[in-house]
């Protein structure tokens, strides 16, 4: 599964594409109201994407395990500190409704948090490498 996310920014404008295997789309996310960069952060964006996983997970588990989830609730929340430095303390609470026993539903959420992807992801060394850079001078407004 090939996996991409664009962002382009210009003054007062903010476009998120996302895409899986080609099928793209674009997440609605606004300009600060400065214009520049997006009125979300990457660490929130980070959060979210521990949370969704975690959520998309826990529906396909549940459906390998014969469990109807009525509803799912992931709530994400750690520490960035000064510029430069990673997260911590990040931890997440969720609350499953679901046609299940309490040990069956336990078992389920422990196990799709060993399955996570993005969890797994966070959880070893990954290398992230800054592949090129393409530096465009602009014109001269005077």
């Known amino acids: 599964m090939k ?3 664009r962002v382009e920014n210009t003054h007062d404008e903010h476009r998120v594409t996302v895409a899986t295997d ?3 789309h674009s997440i609605v996310i606004p ?3 400065s214009g520049a960069g997006s009125s979300v952060n990457g660490g929130e964006l980070l959060f979210l994407a521990l ?3 975690y959520c998309n997970d826990l529906y396909r588990e549940a459906a390998h395990s014969g469990i109807d989830v009525e ?5 994400v929340e750690g520490t960035f500190g000064a510029p430069g430095e990673p997260a911590t303390n990040v931890m997440y609470h969720v609350r499953v409704v679901a046609s299940a026993t309490e040990a069956d539903l336990q078992d389920l ?3 799709t948090d060993t399955l996570a992807e993005v969890h ?3 959880r070893v060394r990954t290398d992230v490498t800054l592949d090129r850079i393409e530096a465009i ?3 001269d407004r005077t």
């Open 137 to 139: 001078p602009a014109p």
């Open 109 to 111: 959420m422990r196990r």
């Open 120 to 122: 797994n992801t966070l």
């Open 51 to 53: 949370a969704t996983c």
């Open 31 to 33: 300009p600060k109201t």
């Open 3 to 5: 996996i991409s996310a």
């Open 71 to 75: 509803r799912v609730e992931v709530d």
């Open 22 to 24: 080609g099928n793209r």
